[in-house]
């Protein structure tokens, strides 16, 4: 579905993004992991338009999307979930998912995608006429995912949507990711909570200083000792160490 091949991306003289090559396959959710300045949120801006590479390509499907703009990007059926949710917070919460839909010409398929968002969301029916910056951060993260969904994307880009969010919402967040991904929702997840993305994810690649350094399932993923001690937090034993004979046990 979504092929990236050696992507170089700059921010002014800063190389933000080196030679990035990801595939997204239908159907499958994809994780980006790595520390903060990466390049994670720059790649998803990159395939919304919002962000022009210098080098490299990025297809949907097999059309090169690299240098569309985002409203083209957006009609393909890519949608994306920025990071920090960005709601219009004067803006009521019907008509921040209206704003979804702006591409859409049929009155009955927007009516269709809202019901469809409010079976997702139940609330956001209650509180419809609600101003979307007096709802909580949880709350406003449904929201801009709901907004997503009602573009019908094929692609979502979800931007750290777990960012500031209390444990409880945080499951709550990866639970509707994975609903989505069963009910056919294709998803590339640029996530810092790296246990969790993982755990989710089908395949998943690291990135660190603009480079992508490993790829695998989720799974093995977890399983990586280079993961494991720079992301997962956890003490990672030398064979030494293992066999009695050195020091105490470290971790990055």
Not at 106 to 120: F, K, P, Q, W
């Amino acid at each position: 579905m979504l092929r990236i091949e050696a992507l170089d991306v700059y921010y002014g003289g800063i190389h933000a993004l080196r030679e990035v090559s990801v595939e997204v396959q239908e159907g499958e959710i994809v994780a980006i992991i790595g520390a903060n300045g990466a390049g994670k949120s720059t790649l998803l801006r990159t395939i919304s338009g919002l962000v022009r590479p210098r080098r490299g390509r990025i297809l949907f499907g097999e059309r090169d999307i690299s240098r569309l703009p985002p409203d083209r990007v957006a009609a393909l059926g890519i949608a994306h979930v920025p990071e920090g949710r960005r709601v219009f917070a004067n803006l009521s919460v019907l008509e921040n998912l209206l704003v979804g839909a702006h591409l859409a010409r049929d009155g009955r398929e927007v009516a269709a995608r809202l019901r469809r968002v409010y079976e997702l969301f139940p609330w956001l029916e209650g509180r419809a006429r609600q101003k979307a910056g007096t709802l909580s951060g949880g709350e406003q993260q449904m929201l801009a995912i709901g907004r997503a969904l009602m573009s019908d994307p094929r692609l979502v880009l979800m931007d750290e949507p777990s960012l500031g969010l209390a444990p409880a919402l945080v499951k709550a967040v990866f639970g509707i990711i994975r609903e989505l991904n069963a009910a056919g929702r294709t998803i590339l997840l640029v996530e810092q909570n790296a246990s969790q993305a993982l755990d989710l994810a089908h395949r998943a690649y690291v990135l660190q200083t603009g480079r992508v350094v490993l790829t695998g399932t989720g799974r093995e993923l977890l399983d990586s000792p280079l993961v494991k001690a720079a992301y997962l937090g956890r003490r990672v034993r030398r064979p030494e160490q293992a066999a009695g004979t050195g020091d105490d046990d470290t971790h990055a």
